[in-house]
């Protein structure tokens, strides 16, 4: 197909508008001065109630700030424990006391770095990252950030260390459990939701790791290299999201550097991009022990000095923090103004008015009934249905007598694995008792370990024959394996695959468990598969034998009855993957065009923009399963979208219908494609997409908007976003490879 000839470009920065044709470009002005003129009418109040608050705030802190020694300045920009700061009770300044983390309210470690074990301490286990991710529901980022908001207020914490949210760059990152996605616009579209979530109940997010911290390797010290534009494309668009639309009060620095600058103090990314272009006024925290100097990163931006106690343990002394006596020593002696320490300390005051400190907070609750279901919710919707042969799922509890329930991870609790994101919950519901709960007296459940979780462990042909015979006998047989935290979650230092500090050897199922699901579907083909997990598993030795495969990610507390009801039909499953599941790791981007880890002082992202189905989809690599995909146990018919595209915009309005026999929610998913650009532009883009929710024969109308940023990229010769104008196309479908309607328009 010849390109369209690429036009005139058009550089804007971003907020800029576009200078097209005038008289389309008059109206479009005269339409939103009379809307904005509406809204301010009926908004008012409101607003200028926020920025009367705001304003009162910003008197208090300077007149607080008149107050302060210098010594109390430098006192409240580093830690004076585990995990609080120091504040100034003379002047009533309590200290900031901060708390992980992304899924829950991590078990109390008091003022040092054990576990108090004073019990008093648990709290609701949400689903992990990944897990409320796959939901594709910003309305369900919403309530998770409010039930974890909650949980941190009751337990008496200013601020919940989360959301965390790099980018999935390998399958192999031990973190990605606690992030997101691989794309930046639908992490955009979740974090702002669980931000928003949080600090509606009056505590402070923090959104972290701040930035480039895909993987657990040399992450205290690496270097990441990457062009602009997959720093602007990629890697930023999720951060900017939550600072310039979720409001996010408090960013944490991540431990690696970028371009060989620390990322916790680096001037590019915190002084320019952070706090210059995105005008983010909260407060930069390091990642614990992530400071590593005094007068770097003072003037990096770095505000608030966290963790560097760990470098001293057994005996931190917090005046040998890099901004405790040093930091003092320079103001004194005139090498930093005192002026970089006001900044520091105004921003930290402002995070303590927005965080209710110096006024009364409304009671949070904790391990409550109603905390415990929007959980559930969350698993309902993050579990992912991703093969259903023969249409083996859901199981019919009338026909269906016996079923042999098979794998370790079927009787075993996660809440306390992952690193600094465990959880002590009140309960934890397994796969194993999920099942029974539901299944009742009338179906018969046998258990088999099948495995063992176990430094090393093999397959054991033991527990496989006993696997294998339980399986014969069963009219169906579920597997429950895939990743685990790590061996006993007691020991701290015993963690491996899906945690913090570590990331997995490779793709492979660990502990022998290939040869066991290829016996059990010898034995039974009626084999349903069920992965625990942060991510993709190289599943190729079974993945066409068995029927059913299940990606369960990590559920939380209600998580073994949301994965039975999905299994017996009471919820219809609308999960879809966030992360592509390539079919072997070599697949993947990251290892075939990119470097992964580095050699321990440098990692090159030379895969550039083209992460994830970015990659798969421009490179025609066919994945496992595809990012967006996830199965329904009803199907949804796309109509022909109508498409009005003017002044560098789209509206794509479209019907969609559920044609099938039960009640279900589809994420109909916007991509759009570039033509022809004068750059290089991965063969589609995530752009929009909305949950709906239809009962059978039920139709929706759609409406998509597509703004300028949905079709321009990052110039990084003119440090600009540009539409080049010319022909693009919409694709429209239930995943990124399952495209099932697409339209022209000319920009
Ligand atoms: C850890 C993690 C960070 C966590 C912090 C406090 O090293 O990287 O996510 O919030 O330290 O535990």
Known sequence: MSGWPVRHAVWYAPGQTIKTNKIIMKNVIVRTCVLSALWLLFNRPAVQGQQQAGNDAEAKIESLLKKMTLEEKIGMIHANSSFTSTGVPRLGIPELTTSDGPHGVRPEHGRDWELDNKGGDSSTYLPVGITLASTWNPELGYAFGSVLGSEAKYRGKDVILGPGINIMRTPLNGRNFEYMSEDPYLISKMAVGYIKGVQDQGISASLKHFMGNNQEISRSGINVEMSERALREIYLPGFKAAVMEGNVNTVMGSYNKLRGEYCTYNDYLINKILKGEWGFKGLVMSDWGAIHSTKEALLGGADLEMGTDLSMLPNPDYNKFYFADPALKLVRSGEIAESVIDDKVRRILRVMY?????????????????????????????????????????????????????????????????????????????????????????????????????????????????????????????????????????????????????????????????????????????????????????????????????????????????????????????????????????????????????????????????????????????????????????????????????????????????????????????????????????????????????????AKLLTFTLNKEAFSFFDDKQMQWVLELGEFDILVGSSSQDIRVRSRIKL
């Open 354 to 698: 927005k965080t209710h400190m110096f006024d009364k907070r409304t009671p949070g609750a904790y391990a409550t009934k109603e905390h415990a279901m929007v959980a559930r919710k969350v698993a309902e919707e993050g579990i992912i249905l991703l093969q259903n042969k023969k249409n083996i799922l859901p199981l019919n509890k009338t026909t269906v007598k016996t079923i042999a329930v098979i794998g370790a991870n079927a009787n075993r609790e996660n809440a306390m694995g992952g690193g600094s994101s465990q959880i002590r919950p009140p309960y934890e519901v397994t796969p194993l008792k999920g099942l029974q709960n539901l299944a009742g007296n009338n179906i018969g459940i046998h258990f088999e370990q099948g495995y063992t979780i176990a430094r090393n462990a093999q397959a054991d042909p033991a527990l496989i024959q006993k696997a294998a015979d339980a399986a014969k006998k069963a009219d169906v047989a579920i597997v429950v394996g895939g990743w685990t935290h790590g061996y006993d979650y007691n020991k701290w230092d015993d963690n491996a695959f899906d945690a913090e500090g570590f990331d997995k050897p490779d793709m492979n199922m660990p502990f022998g468990q290939d040869e066991l699901i290829s016996a059990v579907v010898k034995a039974n083909p009626n084999t349903i598969v069920v992965l625990y997990g942060g991510g993709p598993i190289d599943m190729t030795a079974w993945v066409n034998k068995v029927k059913g495969i299940i990606q369960a990610g990590y559920p939380g507390l209600e998580g073994g009855n949301a994965l039975a009801e999905i299994i017996f039909g009471d919820v219809n499953p609308s999960g879809k993957l966030t992360m592509t599941f390539p079919k072997k790791l070599e697949d993947s981007p990251a290892h075939k065009l990119g470097e992964y880890p580095g050699d321990s002082i440098n990692v090159h992202y030379k895969e550039d923009i083209f992460v994830g189905y970015r990659y798969f989809d421009t490179y025609k690599v066919k994945p496992q399963f595809a990012f967006g995909h996830g199965l329904s146990y009803t199907s949804f018919k796309y109509g022909k979208p109508l498409i009005n595209a003017a002044n560098n915009m789209a509206t794509v309005t479209m019907n969609i219908q559920n044609v099938g026999s039960k009640a279900g929610a589809e994420v109909v998913q916007v991509y759009v494609k570039d033509r022809k650009a004068s750059v290089r532009r991965p063969e589609k883009e995530l752009k929009a997409f909305q949950k709906v929710t239809l009962q059978p024969g039920e």
